[in-house]
């Protein structure tokens, strides 16, 4: 295909790539370098890979940082933590996004579009502060330990905020419509008559659902899921201001690491660890995927 | 017709205030192939999905086989429907299409290979088994979507606009085998359409809708030669239609000034329709014929006819002439004088 651009095209096609080489993979590249660095005291707080010194060139590279990642058991605990969220708010997006996303794909177009600027509407307002309106919420003089109060189901405040339920309902509220508009995409495209068509010859409504809605809404899923699983793994801001110290998440782990400890090569093998372990599954899943889907066109 | 197969009793349903069907009432008899005939928006397709079950009347009964279905959901009635976009399953391959509904049935796997490679010979669709739904034609897919439904061996088989995405050339072959199929099997069918060619051809009996209302039940033969009133005699085929006038015991065709008088029932008919197939016209040869004179307004030839416009006295008209006799009606041209002439048995009077 790109044999048959014009020179010019050429640029036009190859600028984002330009874009992803320069923002992305050199930046990755120097995470890399740093993760391999040994650390010391000073600025930066590593020492250089390669160095001149009286014995000639000097290459001063360790793997002891992920050797070191890896025997201990807070930070292989603290990935699992993040996965485990990632994994339930993931869960809990789809069963509630579904629904959702279905119930505004088959509703009127007049009334369709206001649902839909009702999701995105709140995206309007910062994403901190609407994680800090949680907060607001759920605290000890918050609104809602107030009116449970008020009408007497509980004597005084139930601490809410600061575990981990507060972080997953936080990342389940702020990833919810990453859910449900890829799932909006597919559903809307969606062709009503298959559902007469499969309970006219005998399906049940749940059979119906199993053996046709969700076959062919199976890209949304997975295009939904992606999109709040490989984020969730990461999140810092969420843990942060709504969890509490019952579980540690990986993301929170990486700042403390590089702001707190000053640990920059530690941080740095994190870091990479984390996208290594996470992307190479969704690689392979996404392979597996698209020939699926080849095979289905 | 002695126990009626299918039932409908006063069948009524709104959207919206909208009126879609008014109180409708329809017996159909089992092996016969119905149609429902209308413009759209007519409550056809709304009648049909009642019977079949996607929508609940708001009032009256369906029964089928004397049974109330009315309140059955989709999934347990005994018919089954073919879609007018065919709705076949894109993630299924055509094997996997047909037989989805056996698979909703108890019934063992070499029972549902058997009725499978049945209804594959029957439509003639094998060597099609792995394909998937978009690598076949729409020809196929038709016959896939019968497939589908007749694997189930349902009583009653509903067909919304079953020739309307075919090609026409497609379609014609389609009607033909459609109804072979009809006859092989004695399914009873139910047909929705737009088309009045396609009902005439497929039916045993038609009911023409307009505005959520039955008009007219009855055979291709008597809706076309004995409409019950102008809107069903236009819609279908083409009709003439003249004002009768009843003076002083004479009927007379008004705007052609014709008397009628082989005509026993002197009721007080205010329109007749002569089809154009049943006016015949004639090169006026010398100007002594005082018989009914027109003048040819244009000219049509279709090959196996020919289609005239005939003007008398302001009033325009149809006459179709079969080009049996090429060297005699050729010769009509534009503006030529003709004479009229048609059998008064072909008369059919009616009450507006």
């Known amino acids: 295909m790109i044999k048959n651009l014009k020179k010019q095209n050429v640029w036009f096609v190859f600028t984002p790539y330009l874009w992803l080489v320069l923002f992305f993979f050199v930046p990755?590249?120097?995470?890399?370098?740093?993760?391999?660095?040994?650390?010391?005291?000073?600025?930066?707080?590593?020492?250089?890979?390669?160095?001149?010194?009286?014995?000639?060139?000097?290459?001063?590279?360790?793997?002891?940082?992920?050797?070191?990642?890896?025997?201990?058991?807070?930070?292989?605990?603290?990935?699992?933590?993040?996965?485990?969220?990632?994994?339930?708010?993931?869960l809990?997006?789809?069963?509630?996004?579904?629904?959702?996303?279905?119930?505004?794909?088959?509703?009127?177009?007049?009334?369709?579009?206001?649902?839909?600027?009702?999701?995105?509407?709140?995206?309007?307002?910062?994403?901190?502060?609407?994680?800090?309106?949680?907060?607001?919420?759920?605290?000890?003089?918050?609104?809602?330990?107030?009116?449970?109060?008020?009408?007497?189901?509980?004597?005084?405040?139930?601490?809410?905020?600061?575990?981990h339920y507060a972080v997953i309902l936080g990342v389940v509220y702020t990833y919810l419509p990453f859910m449900i508009l890829p799932l909006y995409g597919y559903l809307v495209k969606f062709d009503l008559n298959l559902i007469d068509a499969s309970n006219d010859l005998g399906a049940k409504p749940f059979n119906t659902f199993v053996k046709v809605i969700l076959p062919l809404s199976l890209p949304g899923i997975v295009a939904g899921s992606m999109l709040v699983f490989i984020p969730v793994v990461g999140e810092y801001i969420i843990p942060e201001m709504l969890g509490g110290s019952d579980k540690l998440y990986f993301g929170k782990i990486i700042w403390d690491?590089?702001?707190?400890?000053?640990?920059?090569?530690?941080?740095?093998?994190?870091?990479?660890?984390?996208?290594?372990?996470?992307?190479?599954?969704?690689?392979?899943?996404?392979?597996?995927?698209?020939?699926?889907?080849?095979?289905?066109? | 017709m002695s126990e009626p197969f299918l039932q409908i009793i006063d069948v009524s349903k709104r959207f919206d205030n909208v009126v879609a069907l008014d109180k409708v009432n329809l017996k159909i008899a089992k092996s016969e192939i119905f149609s429902l005939l209308g413009s759209s928006g007519c409550g056809k397709s709304t009648l049909l999905r009642i019977i079949a079950g996607f929508e609940r009347p708001d009032?009256?009964?369906?029964?089928?086989?004397?049974?109330?279905?009315?309140?059955?959901?989709?999934?347990?009635?005994?018919?089954?429907?073919?879609?007018?976009?065919?709705?076949?399953?894109?993630?299924?391959?055509?094997?996997?299409?047909?037989?989805?509904?056996?698979?909703?049935?108890?019934?063992?796997?070499?029972?549902?290979?058997?009725?499978?490679?049945?209804?594959?010979?029957?439509?003639?669709?094998?060597?099609?088994?792995?394909?998937?739904?978009?690598?076949?034609?729409?020809?196929?897919?038709?016959?896939?979507?019968?497939?589908?439904?007749?694997?189930?061996?349902p009583k009653l088989l509903l067909l919304d606009e079953p020739l309307a995405a075919l090609d026409k050339q497609l379609r014609v072959q389609t009607q033909f085998e459609l109804v072979n199929l009809q006859y092989k099997l004695g399914i009873t069918f139910i047909i929705v359409t737009h088309d009045q060619e396609e009902a005439m051809s497929l039916s045993d009996r038609m009911a023409i809708m307009k505005n959520g209302e039955i008009l007219q039940v009855g055979n291709p033969v008597e809706i076309y030669e004995k409409p019950k009133d102008k809107y069903i005699a236009n819609f279908i085929?083409?009709?003439?239609?003249?004002?009768?006038?009843?003076?002083?015991?004479?009927?007379?065709?008004?705007?052609?000034?014709?008397?009628?008088?082989?005509?026993?029932?002197?009721?007080?008919?205010?329109?007749?329709?002569?089809?154009?197939?049943?006016?015949?016209?004639?090169?006026?040869?010398?100007?002594?014929?005082?018989?009914?004179?027109?003048?040819?307004?244009?000219?049509?030839?279709?090959?196996?006819?020919?289609?005239?416009?005939?003007?008398?006295?302001?009033?325009?008209?149809?006459?179709?002439?079969q080009n049996s006799?090429?060297?005699?009606?050729?010769?009509i041209r534009r503006d030529d004088k003709v004479q009229i002439s048609f059998n008064e048995t072909s008369i059919y009077f009616f009450n507006d």
């Open chain 1, 92 to 163: 809990l997006c789809l069963l509630i996004g579904y629904p959702i996303a279905f119930y505004v794909a088959k509703s009127k177009t007049s009334i369709r579009n206001i649902l839909l600027i009702m999701l995105i509407i709140p995206f309007w307002s910062s994403f901190l502060l609407r994680v800090y309106a949680w907060k607001v919420l759920l605290q000890g003089s918050g609104i809602i330990n107030s009116i449970l109060i008020h009408i007497g189901l509980i004597s005084e405040p139930i601490s809410m905020l600061h575990n």
């Open chain 2, 59 to 153: 009032e009256g009964r369906i029964l089928l086989e004397g049974k109330d279905i009315t309140k059955l959901p989709p999934y347990v009635r005994p018919l089954n429907i073919m879609f007018q976009n065919y709705a076949l399953f894109p993630h299924l391959n055509v094997t996997n299409n047909i037989q989805f509904g056996l698979k909703e049935e108890k019934i063992s796997k070499e029972e549902i290979n058997h009725r499978v490679n049945e209804i594959l010979n029957l439509l003639e669709l094998n060597g099609l088994e792995k394909r998937k739904i978009n690598e076949i034609s729409g020809g196929q897919q038709q016959r896939v979507a019968l497939a589908r439904c007749l694997v189930k061996k």
């Open chain 1, 257 to 297: 690491e590089f702001f707190v400890n000053r640990d920059w090569p530690i941080a740095s093998a994190l870091a990479m660890s984390g996208i290594v372990i996470l992307v190479f599954p969704i690689i392979i899943f996404q392979l597996m995927y698209a020939k699926y889907n080849f095979r289905n066109e």
């Open chain 2, 237 to 321: 085929g083409t009709a003439n239609i003249f004002n009768v006038l009843n003076k002083n015991n004479q009927i007379i065709i008004k705007e052609l000034n014709y008397e009628v008088k082989n005509i026993n029932n002197k009721e007080n008919y205010v329109k007749c329709l002569i089809r154009p197939e049943k006016i015949s016209v004639k090169k006026l040869e010398n100007q002594s014929d005082n018989l009914n004179i027109g003048v040819v307004k244009e000219v049509a030839y279709l090959g196996s006819y020919t289609k005239y416009l005939i003007e008398v006295n302001g009033f325009e008209f149809y006459s179709f002439i």
């Open chain 1, 28 to 90: 990755l590249a120097l995470i890399f370098k740093i993760s391999i660095s040994v650390s010391e005291w000073g600025m930066p707080p590593y020492r250089d890979l390669f160095s001149l010194s009286e014995n000639g060139l000097e290459i001063n590279s360790t793997l002891g940082n992920y050797l070191f990642i890896f025997s201990d058991p807070f930070y292989i605990r603290s990935y699992l933590n993040s996965l485990s969220l990632a994994f339930t708010s993931t």
């Open chain 2, 325 to 331: 006799l090429v060297s005699d009606n050729l010769q």
